[in-house]
T-cell receptor
Framework: NAGVMQNPRHLVRRRGQEARLRCSPM?????VYWYRQLPEEGLKFMVY????????ESGMPKERFSAEFPKEGPSILRIQQVVRGDSAAYFC???????????FGPGTRLTVL | GQNIDQPTEMTATEGAIVQINCTYQ??????LFWYQQHAGEAPTFLSY????GLEEKGRFSSFLSRSKGYSYLLLKELQMKDSASYLC??????????FGKGTRLHILP
């Protein structure tokens, strides 16, 4: 059973470009969470999704950030017009329909030049 | 408000025992997670306490007191590979997990 997959592992973008981060949950998991982690900081919740539904996006910046989890395919975290402050590690986690334990992917390290 | 507090850094010696404390305040509470995170890697699940008391799992044990809003992670027979950050996280209402900033544990030979 493959774990949570994220790609790309490293992403470099220039200011103003778009970043697209992908997450495939563990098999059988229907809940996906996105977190941001700055150096020396804890994990900050961004958004919680189930298939085709955003359940909680209270941690998401109001502008430039969006997330989706379509019926088919991976969950996507999209950052438009990136700025230097967006440089961080972005982790995706998934959990099964019943149970709280979240399992994390390897993360995508975004660097904005 | 939601708040998770844990020490920023701790140092211990190989072969010794260390206890990492965590206090939490959340609007709802289902249980308490501990995760381990090595530098540059993803957090990995260590434990989940729902009931009060101590749960032992090999060299690692986790304790919870719901009435005090307090938990600790106990690591025994420390090994160099235990050098990592340890994240305390509260399973709050509505499937949301609130993470602390993590405790960076340094193991000395």
């Amino acid at each position: 059973n493959a774990g949570v997959m994220q790609n790309p592992r490293h992403l470099v973008r220039r200011r103003g470009q778009e970043a697209r981060l992908r997450c495939s949950p563990m098999k059988g998991h229907s809940h996906v969470y996105w977190y941001r982690q700055l150096p020396e900081e804890g994990l900050k919740f961004m958004v919680y999704l189930q298939k085709e539904n955003i359940i909680d996006e209270s941690g998401m910046p109001k502008e430039r950030f969006s997330a989706e989890f379509p019926k088919e395919g991976p969950s996507i975290l999209r950052i438009q017009q990136v700025v230097r402050g967006d440089s961080a590690a972005y982790f995706c986690a998934s959990s099964p329909p019943i149970g709280s334990t979240q399992y994390f992917g390897p993360g995508t390290r975004l660097t904005v030049l | 408000g939601q708040n998770i507090d844990q020490p920023t850094e701790m140092t211990a010696t190989e072969g010794a025992i260390v206890q990492i404390n965590c206090t939490y305040q959340t609007s709802g509470f289902n249980g308490l997670f501990w995760y381990q995170q090595h530098a540059g890697e993803a957090p990995t699940f260590l434990s989940y306490n729902v009931l009060d008391g101590l749960e032992e799992k090999g060299r690692f044990s986790s304790f919870l007191s719901r009435s005090k809003g307090y938990s600790y992670l106990l690591l025994k027979e420390l090994q160099m590979k235990d050098s990592a950050s340890y994240l305390c996280a509260a399973d709050a209402r509505d499937d949301k997990i609130i993470f602390g900033k993590g405790t960076r544990l340094h193991i000395l030979p």
